[in-house]
T-cell receptor, first 114, second 117 residues
Framework: EPEVTQTPSHQVTQMGQEVILRCVPISNHLYFYWYRQILGQKVEFLVSFYNNEISEKSEIFDDQFSVERPDGSNFTLKIRSTKLEDSAMYFC????????????FGEGSRLTVL | AQKITQTQPGMFVQEKEAVTLDCTYDTSDPSYGLFWYKQPSSGEMIFLIYQGSYDQQNATEGRYSLNFQKARKSANLVISASQLGDSAMYFCAMREGNAGGYQKVTFGTGTKLQVIP
């Protein structure tokens, strides 16, 4: 069964460092998303991406964040200068246009900022 | 106003019993979808069930069913014959807007279910 894959599964970084989280969405999906979940809290929307551009972003997705689909398969989330409060589980998701509505999630990348 | 409200932070259920996890939602969009996801302690998000706003019948997937009451704006998850492996966090979520457009999904705060042997 096709699935969304994310790497790394866990990354530890120093405050101020750049981090890139990678996702490979399901191959025929057209819509891509990043969500994050701070430990013990609810899942929060960060950004949606369609047709090679951001279609919506939340207040959390400030200038420190960027997304890219560099090669038609990978979908990356970059955090330019990490802060302690960026420590969270980051979920990539993808979906098809006109589908029954399921959002397929990856297993998540846990980011720990020290 | 919260778009998705889960009023039960935690629930206990006896193994083999049925349990209902509550979810209410708020939207003015006539076209929306409702999801339930399970998040075990390992952290991944597992899709359980989906209900579209225009679906006439309640969605069912194995032991999971969604009690969709549109007028009340509720979408409760019913798990029948609970198993120990059902112990997890359960999130209700809503997609608003046309299915032909992008799908921003808003999550509730979750309900932690513990199944007791």
């Amino acid at each position: 069964e096709p699935e969304v894959t994310q790497t790394p599964s866990h990354q530890v970084t120093q405050m101020g460092q750049e981090v890139i989280l990678r996702c490979v969405p399901i191959s025929n999906h057209l819509y891509f998303y990043w969500y994050r979940q701070i430990l013990g809290q609810k899942v929060e929307f960060l950004v949606s991406f369609y047709n090679n551009e951001i279609s919506e972003k939340s207040e959390i997705f400030d200038d420190q964040f960027s997304v890219e689909r560099p090669d038609g398969s990978n979908f990356t989330l970059k955090i330019r200068s990490t802060k302690l409060e960026d420590s969270a589980m980051y979920f990539c998701a993808s979906s098809t246009q006109g589908s029954a509505g399921e959002l397929f999630f990856g297993e998540g990348s846990r980011l720990t900022v020290l | 106003a919260q778009k998705i409200t889960q009023t039960q932070p935690g629930m206990f259920v006896q193994e083999k019993e049925a349990v209902t996890l509550d979810c209410t939602y708020d939207t003015s969009d006539p076209s929306y979808g409702l999801f339930w996801y399970k998040q075990p302690s390992s952290g991944e998000m597992i899709f359980l069930i989906y209900q579209g706003s225009y679906d006439q019948q309640n969605a069912t997937e194995g032991r999971y069913s969604l009690n969709f009451q549109k007028a009340r704006k509720s979408a409760n998850l019913v798990i029948s014959a609970s198993q120990l492996g059902d112990s997890a966090m359960y999130f209700c979520a809503m997609r608003e807007g046309n299915a032909g457009g992008y799908q921003k999904v808003t999550f509730g705060t979750g309900t932690k279910l513990q199944v007791i042997p």
